[in-house]
């Protein structure tokens, strides 16, 4: 359509055009943006070439790489039967070749060639004048991810583990390999969950804590559970789960449900259970995750027990959104919360860790393209880019075990959980990537909640604050940047485990601790390094001293209140775990 004023193309056909090209672009790499990568091998590739000096540095240790793996060559054509008792062994600090079969002629050839490339890579994307660190970070991430595809370990021709069961079964486990194979693959297929999954079914095997839905909206079921001592302290314990996830991650089996642990310790609990939106909820944003979510929660909280103040407590997401709320409250002098206690969640996002490699302006302009059509981002788009953050323990590992070697992991509640994915609607994803990860918004003072920006330092109420050592999401040291954003009390605690892990980690657990300090109100800053150097460390779960913390925040314990409110507007709706957490 041309314009008969100026000639032009009519301006209103041009977004359309962009939006059908985005979109196919999106389906074309499945949400995951070309751009982002070619840009970070050009900005390496270019700055490599005129670096003269790294050029010969890299061909150097290339020259002695060959060197060393020709030194093995000749060993073994020296000894073709040296093993694992040989003098001349190489240790080698990677879990995937710790068998003594990799020592064996040619296998211990293979892992030299594979451990002298991944080398090399390391050292050729490091270091190199010039290069964006991001861009850097990505590059290292993408060889790693290539090197991976290409391990000897992942080929049953050039694993001598494999080689071995297969001869000694004839066969059988790449039989039942294959077998495993094509189930996973069918139930893929059809939209149904992996294998073993039938053993934890919610409100049956996990999510079992007894209790009431006492409000359900649009947005959420808060459920109240059930007390099980004969008094409870006055202040109940609300919990914000993210909405990435279902919030049974902390009610997963009795023996170790975090929910449960609470309302054991005396503690009146009540936890959100998020809807699993769909494309109708495209428009749903921060605001109404806000509205719906922690200010109703709140509202039906200090209607069922009223006169007390809330300890109000939120993992992950649902911890970022709590800071935010929590300032707001303070901004506006609602003074309903008595402490707020924040488990792996970050509050300043300026160095969120591995997972900043999938959130830029290219990947999010590509993702909001992909939601547009759908009205929401899949469960499998975010599970993917959580798999390749650690390829080796989700991805190849498992293949080797199920396909080649032919036996099947053991399903456990947690990676149960993990396979129960949620979606996540279009404008708020799209709020919380923009505002919080590209902006860093909330750490900067500029986050608005009904049109004024709230600050985390206004925050006044003491604060506990998890994070877990190994945490791939939400990294520690991002965590712990809390102690620059607020001068509040500050209660840290830096636990062994992952993002999840070590959130569940019940009391009696093997190989875990913990260490735990109390920054006074308005003292003054220490290093996050410093800190983990200073602090003791304690065995077991943290658990018993959030448990401790919460006590000692508390008044002196009284009869449990009533489930519900009906007189409030607050009735029992239905038995825990609720439908939300169904869909």
């Known amino acids: 359509m041309t314009n008969k004023k100026n000639g032009n193309i009519d301006s209103a056909i041009n977004p359309k055009l962009d939006g059908d090209a985005h979109v196919a672009w999106a389906q074309a790499w499945s949400s995951i943006s070309p751009e982002t990568s070619l840009l970070a091998w050009v900005d390496w590739a270019s700055h490599l070439a005129n670096s003269p000096g790294k050029q010969a540095e890299l061909l150097a240790f ?27 062994r190489s240790p080698v600090n990677d879990r995937r070749f710790n068998d003594s079969a990799w020592d064996q002629w040619p296998y211990d050839l293979f892992r030299s060639s594979f451990v002298n490339q991944t ?46 069961r297969t001869i000694a079964e004839q066969g059988a486990n790449l039989a039942r390999g294959t077998s495993n194979f094509l189930d996973d693959l069918r139930r893929q297929l059809s939209g149904q969950p992996p ?9 049956r095997d996990v999510a079992v804590t007894e209790g009431k839905v006492v409000l359900r909206n649009r947005l959420i079921e808060l459920i109240q559970y059930t007390p099980t001592t004969e008094k409870v ?22 023996h170790n449900s975090l929910i449960r642990y609470l309302v054991a310790q005396g503690h009146t609990v009540f936890c959100i259970s998020w809807r699993n939106p769909d494309a109708e909820d495209r428009d749903l944003g921060m605001d109404e995750y806000l509205e719906f979510g922690l200010h109703a929660a709140l509202d039906a909280v200090t209607s069922v027990v009223p006169g007390h103040g809330v300890h109000a407590a939120g993992y992950c997401l649902g911890g970022t959104l709590l800071a935010i709320g929590a300032s707001a409250m303070a901004r506006d002098g609602d003074t309903r919360l008595v402490s707020v206690s924040l488990l792996a969640a970050q509050t300043d996002f300026s160095e969120p860790g591995e997972l900043s490699l999938f959130i830029n302006e290219s990947q999010v302009a590509l993702l909001e393209a992909s939601m547009a059509q759908t009205g929401y981002l899949t469960s499998d788009q975010m599970s993917g880019a959580f798999q390749l953050l650690r390829s080796y323990d989700l991805i190849w590992s498992r293949m080797i075990d199920e396909y080649l070697l032919g036996d099947r992991r053991p399903m456990t509640d947690l990676m149960a959980w993990n396979a129960d994915g949620t979606r996540l609607p279009a404008k708020m994803h799209s709020q919380y990537l923009r505002r919080l990860y590209l902006n860093n918004d909330l750490s900067a003072g500029r986050y608005p ?39 509040a009390e500050l209660t840290f605690v830096l636990t062994t485990g992952g993002h999840n892990g070590g959130i569940v980690s019940e009391p009696g657990r093997g190989k875990r601790q913990y260490q735990i300090h109390t920054r ?24 018993p001293a959030w448990s401790a913390w919460l006590r000692e925040r508390s008044g002196d314990v009284v009869a449990p209140p009533l489930i519900g409110a009906e007189s409030s507007g607050y009735p029992t709706v239905c038995d825990a775990p609720g439908e939300y957490v169904r869909n």
């Open 233 to 254: 302290h006055p202040e109940p314990i609300m919990i914000i789960p993210a909405w990435i996830m279902k919030y049974y991650v902390l009610d997963l089996s009795p």
């Open 62 to 88: 290339a020259a002695s790489l060959s060197e060393q793996w020709m030194a093995v060559l000749k060993k073994n054509r020296a000894n073709p039967n040296r093993g694992a008792t040989a003098p001349d």
């Open 195 to 203: 294998a073993g999954t039938e053993n934890f079914v919610v409100g």
């Open 449 to 487: 909640v009904t049109g004024r920006p709230v600050s985390v330092g206004d925050i006044a109420v003491p604060v506990f604050c998890v994070g877990t050592a190994s945490d791939h999401i939400a990294p520690w040291r991002s965590v712990y940047k809390l102690h620059l954003l607020s001068s």
């Open 520 to 543: 006074a109100a308005g003292d003054g800053y220490m290093a996050p390094d410093e800190w983990q150097a200073t602090m003791q460390t304690h065995p077991d779960s943290w658990w």
């Open 119 to 164: 080398k090399w890579w390391e050292q050729a994307t490091q270091g190199v004048w010039g290069v964006d660190p991001k861009h850097q970070r990505l590059l290292a991430f993408g060889a790693k991810q290539w090197l991976e595809m290409l391990s000897p370990a992942h080929a049953a021709v050039f694993n001598p583990v494999v080689l071995k």
